[in-house]
Protein backbone atom coordinates (compact mmCIF):
# COMPACT_ATOMS: atom_id res chain seq x y z
CA UNK A 1 0.00 0.00 0.00
CA UNK A 2 1.23 3.84 -0.73
CA UNK A 3 2.43 5.09 2.93
CA UNK A 4 0.91 8.67 1.47
CA UNK A 5 -2.33 7.60 1.52
CA UNK A 6 -5.59 9.51 2.72
CA UNK A 7 -7.04 9.15 6.08
CA UNK A 8 -10.34 8.95 6.17
CA UNK A 9 -12.08 9.67 9.30
CA UNK A 10 -15.35 7.43 10.04
CA UNK A 11 -16.81 4.57 12.73
CA UNK A 12 -15.25 1.39 11.77
CA UNK A 13 -13.88 2.64 8.59
CA UNK A 14 -12.54 -0.42 6.92
CA UNK A 15 -9.68 -0.30 4.15
CA UNK A 16 -11.84 0.34 1.52
CA UNK A 17 -13.69 3.27 3.95
CA UNK A 18 -16.81 1.37 4.23
CA UNK A 19 -17.71 2.09 8.04
CA UNK A 20 -20.10 1.05 10.15
CA UNK A 21 -23.08 2.73 8.35
CA UNK A 22 -22.27 1.84 4.51
CA UNK A 23 -20.91 -1.57 4.24
CA UNK A 24 -21.76 -3.23 1.37
CA UNK A 25 -19.33 -4.49 -1.50
CA UNK A 26 -20.31 -1.07 -3.07
CA UNK A 27 -20.04 1.10 -0.41
CA UNK A 28 -16.54 2.08 -1.17
CA UNK A 29 -16.63 5.52 -1.44
CA UNK A 30 -15.59 8.76 1.05
CA UNK A 31 -16.51 11.94 1.01
CA UNK A 32 -14.26 15.03 1.94
CA UNK A 33 -16.51 17.58 3.71
CA UNK A 34 -16.34 21.08 2.73
CA UNK A 35 -16.67 22.26 6.47
CA UNK A 36 -13.39 20.63 7.64
CA UNK A 37 -11.75 19.50 4.32
CA UNK A 38 -12.01 15.81 5.61
CA UNK A 39 -12.51 12.51 4.05
CA UNK A 40 -15.47 11.26 6.06
CA UNK A 41 -16.70 7.22 5.14
CA UNK A 42 -20.18 8.77 5.35
CA UNK A 43 -22.37 12.04 6.64
CA UNK A 44 -23.52 9.83 9.26
CA UNK A 45 -19.64 9.33 10.43
CA UNK A 46 -19.32 13.36 10.03
CA UNK A 47 -22.27 13.67 12.41
CA UNK A 48 -20.86 11.35 15.45
CA UNK A 49 -17.57 12.89 15.21
CA UNK A 50 -17.09 15.67 14.14
CA UNK A 51 -18.38 18.63 16.02
CA UNK A 52 -19.57 21.00 13.80
CA UNK A 53 -22.59 21.27 11.09
CA UNK A 54 -22.10 19.76 7.55
CA UNK A 55 -21.08 22.40 4.77
CA UNK A 56 -22.30 20.74 1.33
CA UNK A 57 -20.68 21.79 -1.98
CA UNK A 58 -21.61 24.40 -3.99
CA UNK A 59 -22.21 23.91 -7.75
CA UNK A 60 -19.05 25.84 -8.59
CA UNK A 61 -16.89 24.05 -6.84
CA UNK A 62 -17.67 20.40 -8.25
CA UNK A 63 -14.12 20.18 -10.02
CA UNK A 64 -12.83 20.16 -6.51
CA UNK A 65 -11.73 16.71 -5.64
CA UNK A 66 -13.85 15.45 -2.87
CA UNK A 67 -14.61 11.98 -3.36
CA UNK A 68 -12.14 9.29 -2.90
CA UNK A 69 -12.63 5.71 -4.40
CA UNK A 70 -11.49 3.04 -1.11
CA UNK A 71 -10.92 0.80 -3.81
CA UNK A 72 -7.97 2.57 -5.81
CA UNK A 73 -7.29 4.95 -3.35
CA UNK A 74 -7.87 7.80 -6.22
CA UNK A 75 -9.71 11.19 -5.91
CA UNK A 76 -12.29 11.92 -8.40
CA UNK A 77 -13.82 15.45 -8.56
CA UNK A 78 -17.66 16.19 -8.44
CA UNK A 79 -18.24 16.08 -11.52
CA UNK A 80 -16.35 13.18 -12.31
CA UNK A 81 -18.04 11.32 -9.62
CA UNK A 82 -21.40 12.94 -10.88
CA UNK A 83 -20.62 11.38 -14.47
CA UNK A 84 -19.22 7.85 -13.72
CA UNK A 85 -22.76 5.93 -13.70
CA UNK A 86 -21.69 4.40 -10.29
CA UNK A 87 -18.48 2.96 -11.47
CA UNK A 88 -15.04 4.32 -10.46
CA UNK A 89 -13.94 5.69 -13.73
CA UNK A 90 -10.67 4.34 -12.77
CA UNK A 91 -10.64 1.03 -11.25
CA UNK A 92 -13.77 0.19 -12.31
CA UNK A 93 -15.15 -0.90 -8.68
CA UNK A 94 -19.01 -0.40 -8.84
CA UNK A 95 -20.15 2.58 -6.97
CA UNK A 96 -23.45 1.97 -4.63
CA UNK A 97 -26.44 3.54 -6.60
CA UNK A 98 -28.14 4.40 -3.35
CA UNK A 99 -25.84 7.01 -3.11
CA UNK A 100 -27.90 9.30 -5.22
CA UNK A 101 -30.35 9.61 -2.70
CA UNK A 102 -28.21 10.74 -0.30
CA UNK A 103 -26.51 13.81 -2.96
CA UNK A 104 -28.53 16.69 -1.10
CA UNK A 105 -26.80 16.36 1.89
CA UNK A 106 -23.18 16.46 0.55
CA UNK A 107 -23.40 18.08 -2.46
CA UNK A 108 -25.64 21.42 -3.69
CA UNK A 109 -28.06 19.61 -6.53
CA UNK A 110 -30.99 20.87 -8.51
CA UNK A 111 -34.06 19.51 -6.83
CA UNK A 112 -36.11 20.30 -10.09
CA UNK A 113 -34.34 18.19 -12.30
CA UNK A 114 -33.97 15.06 -9.45
ZN1 LIG B 1 -16.91 18.94 8.74
ZN1 LIG C 1 -20.59 6.12 8.36
ZN1 LIG D 1 -11.41 3.12 -7.99
Given at each position: ??S???????????????????????????????????????????????????????K???????????????????????????Q???????????????????????????
Amino acid sequence: MLSDSIDVLGVMVDQKTRCVHYHTEKDVIAIKHRCCQTYYACIKCHLELANHEPAIWKKEQFNEKAVLCGVCQTELSINEYMASKFQCPYCKHEFNERCSLHYGEYFEVDSRNG
